[in-house]
Structure formats: structure tokens, C-alpha cells
Nanobody, 115 residues
């Protein structure tokens, strides 16, 4: 069973930065397509924010392009999300998972952007 533990969230002002981290207890981590998702307040669905392949190929949602950077550390089974120039609309609970998603999600990490 995959365990996903996210950390690094917090409260920041608009324009601020945060770095999220996720440790995944996944045997095939190095060959897995990993991603960050987020669920905004009062939204029913999680949205895909960024993904990174085993080779390091990245994709981003249009709303975060140029501001967020996803990276991975295979020996540590870790995937990170550097978030710069944060906006109020980035406020959400952020989760990591695979693509396709594993059945169980972590607890997520809360990001709040407010002046």
C-alpha cells in the first residue's frame, strides 16, 4: 500500500514562495510518473498542478506555468514543488500522487495565500 506524506505548506502573502515536499513509500518510485494536485476551498475535485516523469519531463497547468517547478529525488523517493510568486487563487490543500492516482491519498499540506 502506497503511503504519501506531504509537507511544507503554510500561510504566505501574495508574491511569496513555498517549497512543498512529498515522500512516497512506493517500491517503483523511480519509474513512476509523479504529480502534485490541489483542491481549492469549496471545490469538489482535485486539479492536476504539475507532473514529472521518471526521466524528468515536466508538465504544468497553465495557471502555474512559469511560477511553479516540480522536481524529484529518486533515491529519497521524494517529489518537490517549488512555488514562487504565489497568488490568492493558489490557496488549496496540495497533495502528491502518481499518475494514474493510487487509491489512497496522503493528508495533504495546506497552502494559504492571503494579504
Amino acid at each position: 500500500q502506497v503511503q504519501l506524506v506531504e509537507s511544507g505548506g503554510g500561510l504566505v502573502h501574495p508574491g511569496g514562495s513555498l517549497r512543498l515536499s512529498c515522500v512516497a513509500s512506493l517500491n517503483a518510485f523511480a519509474s513512476s510518473l509523479m504529480a502534485w494536485y490541489r483542491q481549492a476551498p469549496e471545490k469538489q475535485r482535485r486539479e492536476l498542478v504539475a507532473s514529472i516523469s521518471s526521466y524528468g519531463t515536466t508538465t504544468y497547468a497553465d495557471s502555474v506555468k512559469g511560477r511553479f517547478t516540480i522536481s524529484r529525488d529518486n533515491p529519497k523517493k521524494m517529489v518537490n514543488l517549488q512555488m514562487n510568486n504565489l497568488k490568492q487563487e493558489d490557496t488549496a490543500v496540495y497533495y502528491c500522487n502518481t499518475i494514474p492516482t493510487a487509491a489512497n491519498w496522503g493528508q495533504g499540506t495546506q497552502v494559504a495565500v492571503s494579504s
